[in-house]
């Protein structure tokens, strides 16, 4: 079931991957395996890797006119999917996007290595997690980031947080970013396919001093 809240709501669709439905307006992020649920007018997307920018997935919900939002490192792979209306986006920026606003977020790692002293998202790259403001609510998914200076000041109502580690925030770092910024709601992601399983996610509500909520995979 999605969680709603006030004329909002979320559905968890497995991995990063969310569906916020606002009215009749329909805001995808990282698409990734999903089981389409009408088209997007809106796709965010966090960063370049194939479990956050999949182009079959994509291929399943862009309309001509659905407003892809992403940063420079999606650029060619979107530009060669030639579908949509691309908007780049930097880290610390905000835009208009259909019936939203969206503001960026740099997502990144502190200590999470590929290799010594390489981390698999290193800050240069300019990943970002976005907040989403629509229906009176502002909505952050953190995208794949450790927990970052940037997060301490946010200001949200709902946090969608990676909790599963090895290349994001483990449940005891990702507890300790929302009990620092402390949203209404946090739900955990990033788990249940590549790494990381449902006791990530539990072990987060049991930390975590804000109200948390695990959704099912729809």
Not at 19 to 38: E, H, M
Not at 202 to 213: C, G, I, M, R
Request: aromatic share 8%; charged share 30%; with cysteine.
């Amino acid at each position: 079931m999605p969680f709603r809240l006030d004329d909002v709501e979320i559905s968890w669709l497995g991995h990063a991957a969310f569906l916020i439905t606002y009215k009749d307006t329909r805001y995808y992020i990282d698409p990734f395996k999903i089981k389409a649920k009408g088209l997007a007018d809106v796709v965010l997307i966090t960063h370049e890797h194939f479990d956050h920018l999949s182009v079959e997935d994509l291929r399943k919900i862009v309309k001509s006119d659905t407003e892809m939002v992403a940063p420079e490192s999606c650029r060619d792979n979107l530009k060669a999917f030639k579908m949509g209306v691309l908007k780049l986006v930097k880290p610390g920026e905000s835009i208009n996007v259909k019936n939203a606003r969206v503001e960026t977020i740099p997502a990144y790692n502190i200590n999470k290595f590929r290799a010594p002293g390489v981390v698999y998202h290193p800050k240069v790259q300019e990943g970002v997690g976005y907040i989403l403001e629509v229906g009176g609510l502002r909505i952050y998914h953190a995208g794949d980031t450790d927990f970052t200076p940037e997060m301490r000041s946010l200001k949200v109502d709902v946090a969608l947080v990676p909790v599963s580690g090895t290349f994001v925030m483990t449940a005891e770092e990702a507890a300790k970013a929302v009990n620092t910024f402390k949203p209404k709601v946090a739900i955990p992601m990033h788990f249940g396919a590549i790494v990381g399983d449902k006791s990530d996610a539990e072990n987060f509500k049991k930390l975590s001093e804000v109200d948390v909520v695990i959704l099912e995979k729809e």
